[in-house]
């Protein structure tokens, strides 16, 4: 159910901005000299400040994962919310706060692509959940919650990046070729955690 809610508000919240923005025909412009665009676009020894940004809030979410109590909870809750209810532990409250978390960083990363092309589209970025998702789970992180690592989701985005620019070099591919790769990725990885789940169970 929480799955299908969130669908259906990001193609609800999806619809009411090509409907605000003449189906996605306006662009808006980001001043190149403002201090918007020199986040996007500007560097610190080398290093984009996008890239410093995601680092930064890698290692945050490493050590908030675990370091902290809201870490094992959360791995708790995903693991089994009646189980973690049970314990006494905030499953309802967990799980709001992993949404706005996940809404906010979501924004962010919206807002620094704004300011890296230095304009404001409102049809970019759509289909980058397909990739979003593979790159989680490729990283080790299961579909069916209790497990899963930054460091791991780090290592599935950097894999499905490489592979993504693979298939760009070669000029026989087309690059729609792309969500092909994710998307298989995706099933293969989703077959074996189901195998290794199974495993587990029976040994």
Do not use: C, H
């Not at 950097?158 to 026989?172: C, E, P, R, W």
């Amino acid at each position: 159910a929480p799955f299908i809610v969130t669908l259906a508000s990001l193609l609800a919240a999806r619809g009411m901005l090509l409907a605000f923005t003449d189906e996605g025909a306006t662009t808006y412009l980001v001043p190149k000299d403002s201090a918007f665009a020199e986040l996007g676009q500007g560097s610190v020894w080398g290093f984009g400040y996008p890239i410093l940004i995601a680092l930064a809030l890698f290692g945050a979410g490493g050590l908030l994962l675990q370091r902290t109590s809201f870490g094992q909870t959360l791995f708790a809750v995903g693991g089994s919310s009646d189980a973690a209810t049970l314990m006494g532990l905030p499953v309802a409250r967990t799980k709001i706060l992993v949404y706005t978390l996940s809404g906010l960083l979501a924004g962010l990363a919206g807002a620094l692509n704004a300011a890296r092309l230095s304009s404001g589209v409102t049809i970019v970025g759509v289909g980058m959940e397909l990739d979003a998702i593979s790159a989680v789970v490729i990283g080790g992180t299961l579909l069916i919650g209790g497990a899963g690592s930054i460091s791991g989701t780090l290592w599935g985005v950097l894999l499905l990046a490489v592979i993504q620019n693979l298939i760009n070099q070669i000029g026989s591919l087309n690059s729609s070729y792309q969500s092909v790769v994710s998307g298989g990725f995706l099933i293969v990885v989703v077959v074996a955690q189901r195998y290794l789940a199974r495993s587990r169970r029976t040994t």
